[in-house]
T-cell receptor, first 112, second 112 residues
Framework: KQEVTQIPAALSVPEGENLVLNCSFT??????LQWFRQDPGKGLTSLLL?????REQTSGRLNASLDKSSGRSTLYIAASQPGDSATYLC???????????FGKGITLSVRP | SQTIHQWPATLVQPVGSPLSLECTVE??????LYWYRQAAGRGLQLLFY??????ISSEVPQNLSASRPQDRQFILSSKKLLLSDSGFYLC???????????FGPGTRLTVT
C-alpha cells in the first residue's frame, strides 16, 4: 500500500527566504507525482505535475524534483513571499486511472 | 477552458438525514472523476472514482455512494448521515494521458 509522508507538518520562515518542502513515498512504481497548494477553506490548486519519466518541473518561482528510486520529491520555492502562505500537499498516482495518494501536507507561513 | 463546479458550498445536516452533493465539469469530455474527503487531521482520502458513465469504483467501505448519470456529472449521496460523515468533500477530474488532477472548490459538510 502506497504511503506518502510530508515532514515537518508546519514551517514558518521570513519573507525572501528560499525553502525546500520534502515529500517521500514508499512504493517507487508511480505513474506521476503532483504538488498542490490549498488555502484555508478552499479546494486544491495544482502547482506542478511530474511524470514518472521526468526528473523535474519548473513554474515561475517553483521547482519540483523527483527521485523515484529513493522515493523522494522536493518542492523548491525561491524568494518566498507572504502570499505563498498556504498548505502544500504532495500526491502520487500509481496508474493511468490517476488515483492519488496524498500526504498530510505542510502548512507554510511566510512572515513579512 | 475547463471548469469544475460543486454545490452546495456549505451544508449543515442532522444525523440520519439524506445527502446529495453534486459536481459538474465543463470544457472536457470523458474525464475521470473523483470524490475525496478531507477530515481534520486525517488528510485527503479517495472515496470514489469513475472512468465513465455508470462506472463507479469505491475505495473505502462507508455510508456513502456515488453515481455518474452523465459524462460530466458526478453525485455523492447518502441515505442516512452519520456524525463521522462530517468533512470537506472535494470533487476532481483528470484526463489522459497526463493524469493531472484538477479540483473543485469543495463542499463543507457538518453533521449535527
Amino acid at each position: 500500500k502506497q504511503e506518502v509522508t510530508q515532514i515537518p507538518a508546519a514551517l514558518s520562515v521570513p519573507e525572501g527566504e528560499n525553502l525546500v518542502l520534502n515529500c517521500s513515498f514508499t512504493d517507487s512504481a508511480i505513474y506521476n507525482l503532483q504538488w498542490f497548494r490549498q488555502d484555508p477553506g478552499k479546494g486544491l490548486t495544482s502547482l506542478l505535475l511530474i511524470q514518472s519519466s521526468q526528473r523535474e518541473q519548473t513554474s515561475g518561482r517553483l521547482n519540483a524534483s523527483l527521485d523515484k528510486s529513493s522515493g523522494r520529491s522536493t518542492l523548491y520555492i525561491a524568494a518566498s513571499q507572504p502570499g505563498d502562505s498556504a498548505t502544500y500537499l504532495c500526491a502520487v498516482s500509481t496508474g493511468a486511472n490517476s488515483k492519488l495518494t496524498f500526504g498530510k501536507g505542510i502548512t507554510l507561513s511566510v512572515r513579512p | 477552458s475547463q471548469t469544475i463546479h460543486q454545490w452546495p458550498a456549505t451544508l449543515v445536516q442532522p444525523v440520519g438525514s439524506p445527502l446529495s452533493l453534486e459536481c459538474t465539469v465543463e470544457g472536457t469530455s470523458n474525464p475521470n472523476l473523483y470524490w475525496y474527503r478531507q477530515a481534520a487531521g486525517r488528510g485527503l482520502q479517495l472515496l470514489f472514482y469513475s472512468i465513465g458513465i455508470d462506472q463507479i469504483s469505491s475505495e473505502v467501505p462507508q455510508n456513502l455512494s456515488a453515481s455518474r448519470p452523465q459524462d460530466r456529472q458526478f453525485i455523492l449521496s447518502s441515505k442516512k448521515l452519520l456524525l463521522s460523515d462530517s468533512g470537506f468533500y472535494l470533487c476532481a477530474w483528470s484526463v489522459h494521458p497526463t493524469g493531472e488532477q484538477y479540483f473543485g472548490p469543495g463542499t463543507r459538510l457538518t453533521v449535527t
